[in-house]
């Protein structure tokens, strides 16, 4: 690695070599408070120090979606390194200063970390971070698994998600990686806007990578917490850095698929009704919501109609729509 490239954020353990190390992710973060502080982010290695895969689970990368710091710290002191071949690295909360303040970005620099990758070594905290995170840990990673959730705006009927990538191995790769997972659905996905986001950076050095939307509304679930669980156990299975058998899920994993013409934004902003649930059957021309003009009483509501057949996966959190939100993601079955 090139002088100019290396991360100004420093690891307080060694990334390789055998054993299990608790560190921290240190930048400095010199403010009025602490003129010569720093942000200390945690982060676990477990490693057998053997050849093996290097495989990077991270939680956190949004600050209101918390499956991931939950479980990713649990396994982070349950996972011993004698059932590990190769390198667990673990981040549960990526964006530590959201995390912290439960919000989604970082209230730092209003930093979305997953739309500031590859980051910049002088750039903005949260940039700074994701630096490090590609440089250091991605880098080194031969699989990447991201765990997410709705946040406080969105709800997800839960589902794993791979990517429609151009390499057709590379998406295939994905998709068993997405079966083993075992999330009541699979999602074979087209991101909105894939720039800057942490999927991207690991897909581009042609790595394989997972992630989830886990439910959502800001908080976590048992079900949720357990389908995170069980889909990191899977994962990690899946990719031979610990043995054991993959844990089948109560129901088979329902493979879908989706397209740009899933998606709905809010084109009038009110007050929102729902007329079906995450998870329920939508027909194309259906209407599946009714947004009612705050302002007058007059006039019907607005009304919002599934462009397309599938399944309702996400909405909106929440009962007020404002033009451009997102209300709906539609899939199909695969
Ligand atoms: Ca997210």
Redesign the pocket.
Known sequence: MSNENKSRAAATVPIEGPGRRFGHIVLPWSRNESGWGSLRIPFAVISSGSQGPTVLLTGG??GD?FEGPIVLSDLARSLEPSQVRGTVIIVPALNYPAVKAGQRLSPIDGGNM?RAFRGRRDGTITEQIAHFVEEEFVARADAVLDL??G?RSMAFSPFAASHKLPDAAQTERAKQALLAFGAPIGLVLEELDNEGMLDTAVERRGKLFLSTELGGGGSTSPETLSIARRGVHNFLVHVGVIDGGIAAPPKPTRLMTNDAAGYIACEQAGLIEYLHDLGDAVRRGETIARIFDLDRLDGEPCEVVAPIDGTLLGRLHGGLAAVGDFLALIARDL
Do not use: F, P, Q, S
């Open positions: 990368n949004h979606e997953n997410h959730a946040g």
